[in-house]
């Protein structure tokens, strides 16, 4: 009877912000890819992309985990910018990573970034790191009046001032 009910994971909250062109899509730990077995029902994130459909950035669920950003997800939200809030080995998952990075399902550029990669997975990752915008860092997103463009910042976390480490864009909205 435990597995007929939706784990805290698959129960999220999705939140969709547009503003002009811009949209941006988060959904906290959302699980599109269940374990071998489990009943369709639990694949949450194809009805969510359904419901959202394309967006210029969006924070992956789950930590891009090994159970999110299944390729329909992925396909149908076709983010420009993906931010990946990383805080232990297993995220982002390679397999995830190698989903998020695919041209197969949605031409045109894409730009990740990661908020606190982890050295072990650095390993795991291999030369598909180099595709990575940034890996380590506090990252905004600042969207210009009027949501034609948006730009990324990443700042250094690692004291409190927070300096700039990079600029990202700026970024045609959609």
């Known amino acids: 009877m435990g597995n007929d009910l939706p784990s805290e994971n698959a ?11 811009f949209d941006y899509f988060t959904a906290g ?7 071998a077995g489990s009943p369709a029902w639990k694949d949450i994130e194809t009805p969510v992309a359904k419901a959202v459909g394309p967006v210029d950035v969006s924070i992956a ?13 992925i396909k149908t939200l076709q983010p420009r910018v993906t931010i990946i809030q990383s ?7 390679h397999s ?3 989903r998020l ?8 550029e894409r730009d990740i970034f990661i908020t606190n990669l982890k050295e072990e997975t650095r390993v795991v990752i291999g030369s598909a790191i180099n595709q990575l915008k940034s890996q380590q860092g ?3 997103i600042r969207v210009s009046p009027g949501g034609d463009e948006y730009r990324i910042f990443v700042l250094d976390d690692s004291d409190e001032n927070f300096t700039i480490r990079s600029e990202h864009g700026p970024y045609q909205s959609q």
Do not use: C, M
């Not at 730990?29 to 374990?35: E, I, K, Q, Y």
């Open 96 to 98: 995830t990573l190698s």
């Open 11 to 21: 129960s999220s909250l999705g939140f969709k912000l547009s503003y002009g062109k």
């Open 61 to 73: 669920n789950h930590h891009a985990f090994i159970d999110a950003q299944n390729e329909f997800y």
């Open 87 to 93: 805080w232990v080995a297993a995220h982002p998952a």
């Open 29 to 35: 730990d959302l699980v599109g890819v269940p374990s």
């Open 138 to 140: 506090h990252i905004v």
């Open 101 to 108: 990075l695919s041209r197969q399902l949605y031409p045109g």
